[in-house]
């Protein structure tokens, strides 16, 4: 399947679940906003029902006419709010509620008006005291349980409303919520899936060009699937193999084309005829020497020069009679006898055996001629050693091209023997890195020998030796024994043999790893020059044989040495990170900076030195640099490729 196709199946995907989601969004916010509208209504509702219990108190208490005004307009509004919020109701409970609360109201309001009528019959003197009629308490009675019961409804309401809306709103968040971690989730899973596909057509094609690129033209792609990528793929090794097939016949072509240069500049220089190219001005091109010595000059008094300047003025006046069809028409001349002088010196007329035939330029045009000369002067004087003298020329010819044959089939034999040269130098090189390699590896073998041997032998007799100098001291007169002195330098000794053997062979080295053995290296150093450590380590595994790691152990503590003894800092950072299959260890400092000659004479002296570093690094495959920083300082890096040790 294509990428572009991938990528319109998951657009389609998304915009689905974008089209369901918003579906969704928009039902819960609409939701939400009826919820509010009711929740508001409801607030309405239960403010004018308590309102018209605070008018309703004051009116049956005081008999306020103003009261009453109050109360019946309040009255009023309830109703209407009742009226407005009963269609907007959708939901069965909030319906049964409005209607209930608006029967209890109408019912209120039925006894209200009766109680107002009948507090204005009731003579008194006072109409505040008019609520003492036994009517009228039993209709406030009344009044009081409808509005308790109202009162009642309106707080179910606000509550059935706060609820609805409080669920709107969690849902409206809820869909919030999943429609984020569903995008978030889908767009992982197709950049993950995505990006792991182009990881591995983008490898096959890096692993293909860089085997292209070595100048291994045999090899091609490693293809799979149908998309763009694995196309492109199959169209990269179609022109890998045409440009195989062209590079090849170039290659023969070229070889053929400089065989024939080389046989053509034999013959031009070796055939025993004269051989000549002439411009259309008469000037001289190219002359061979069999010629040069015919007309009694050299080929530097030829090149350049007319032919009016080199030959005799009979013989130049011949040749121009004679070369006038060949420049002007393009036409050869062929077995044209000529005779004369060439060098006014000559006594005796001679002969020469000639064609000619024009050089053509580009264009089609004649730029000039080229001539074979013969000199024919001895046949002429002795026809009778004519065929004597053709069948030797004959025979030289063929002795010479005999001696081409040879002198090729020489050169062919020449070049397989250096290839096959080649070939040797280049295992006998391969087989002295291998031992390299091996002698860096015995190297570390017999350093851990080293301090194995230190540490079990002469460790545990200096050791045996400083029990019994104790034992010797302790028996002895005080004053009398300098077997404390000796303890000491033994106890000294027992300590410098411990600390040589902790460097030869540090024990974390083998069992907690390269990193912890430069972390207890940094806490040595410090102890010993005052040489503050800054680690960088990336976590990643770093999986190396334990000689490798005791070289890289050991050259990194040359080179932390040598910013104790040269940079003039005490101060240094060490990284440690894995990268494309390969160990990076850099070590930097600020300080002013040390160069390849001092690991030179550090070599010389017998230490491990930067020289010995970049040697033995470059034996376990990896390479060493050492470079200045422009605000000063130095930069080491150690690079070595890891294994599965």
């Known amino acids: 399947m294509t990428f572009a196709r991938r990528l319109r199946i998951i657009s389609l995907l998304s915009f689905t679940l974008l089209v369901i989601v918003a579906a969704l969004l928009a039902w819960s916010s609409r939701e939400l906003a009826v919820a509010e509208r009711n929740h508001v209504v409801a607030d309405q509702i239960q403010a004018a029902v308590f309102h018209r219990v605070t008018v309703r108190d004051e009116y049956f208490i005081f008999g306020l006419e103003r009261a009453r005004q109050q109360w019946f307009a309040v009255n009023e509004a309830a109703t209407h709010l009742l009226a407005q919020g009963l269609p907007q109701a959708d939901d069965q409970r909030a319906r049964q509620i409005l209607e209930r609360s608006r029967l209890s109201l109408a019912d209120s309001v039925q006894i209200s008006k ?29 009044i009081m349980l409808r509005d308790s019961a109202l009162q009642q409804d309106a707080v179910n309401l606000q509550t059935l409303a706060r609820d609805r809306f409080q669920r709107a709103s969690d849902r409206m968040i809820y869909l919030t919520l999943l429609f984020v971690i569903l995008m978030a989730l889908g767009t992982i899973l197709n950049s993950a899936f995505l990006t792991g596909v182009l990881h591995r057509r983008v490898a096959a094609i890096k692993r293909g060009a860089d085997v292209i690129a070595s100048g291994d033209l045999s090899g091609g792609i490693e293809v799979e699937g149908n998309d763009e990528l694995s196309e492109l793929g199959r169209v990269f090794n179609s022109v890998t193999h045409k440009i195989r097939d062209y590079t090849q016949a170039l290659h023969d072509s070229e070889q053929r084309y400089r065989m024939q240069l080389q046989e053509l500049a034999n013959i031009y220089t070796h055939t025993p005829v004269g051989l000549f190219a002439v411009d259309r001005d008469l000037r001289y091109l190219r002359i061979n020497e069999y010629l040069a010595r015919l007309n009694g000059r050299s080929i530097c008094e030829h090149v350049g020069r007319t032919v009016e300047e080199v030959l005799a003025p009979g013989l130049a006046a011949q040749l121009k009679d004679v070369w006038r069809p060949v420049l002007e028409r393009g036409e050869c001349v062929l077995n044209v006898e000529l005779q004369g002088t060439a060098d006014p010196s000559d006594q005796a007329p001679r002969h020469w055996l000639a064609s000619y035939q024009p050089l053509l330029s580009e264009g089609g045009s004649v730029a000039g001629l080229m001539g074979v000369v013969l000199e024919i002067t001895e046949r002429k004087r002795a026809e009778e050693m004519m065929d004597g003298v053709r069948q030797h020329l004959e025979e030289e010819v063929q002795q010479r091209t005999a001696k081409l044959q040879l002198i090729n089939e020489h050169l062919t034999q020449e070049i397989e023997i250096r290839k096959r040269v080649e070939v040797e130098l280049l295992a006998q090189q391969q087989k002295l890195q291998d031992m390299a390699l091996d002698l860096a590896m015995a190297e570390e073998r017999e350093r851990d020998r080293i301090a194995s041997e230190l540490h079990d032998q002469v460790g545990q007799r200096l050791i045996l ?17 300098e077997a404390e002195a000796v303890g000491a330098l033994v106890q000294q000794t027992i300590q410098d043999i411990r600390s040589l053997t902790f460097q030869l062979r540090p024990p974390l080295l083998a069992s907690a790893g390269l990193e912890a053995a430069l972390r207890w290296l940094g806490e040595e150093l410090a102890a010993d020059f005052g040489l503050q450590t800054e680690f960088d ?50 070590v930097e400092d600020d300080g002013i900076g040390c160069g390849a000659e001092q690991g030179e004479a550090e070599t010389r002296g017998g230490g491990f030195g930067l020289a010995n570093v970049r040697q033995k690094i470059q034996h376990l495959g990896g390479t060493f640099t050492i470079t200045k920083k422009g605000a000063g300082g130095t930069l080491a890096t150690i690079t070595v490729p890891l294994g599965s040790g």
């Open 114 to 142: 009766r109680l107002v009528e009948q507090m204005r019959r009731v003579p008194a003197a006072d109409s505040a005291v008019a609520h003492h009629d036994e009517f009228a308490s039993r209709l406030y009675s009344q």
């Open 465 to 481: 030796a400083k029990i019994k100098l104790d034992s010797l001291a302790s028996s002895a007169p005080a004053g009398e024994c």
């Open 537 to 586: 380590d990336d976590g990643k595994d770093k999986t190396l044989p334990y000689e490798i790691r005791s070289t890289v152990f050991q050259a990194v503590r040359e080179l932390m040495l040598n910013v104790v003894k040269h940079a003039g800092t005490l101060q240094c950072r060490v990284a440690l990170f894995r990268s494309d299959g390969f160990l990076v260890i850099a």
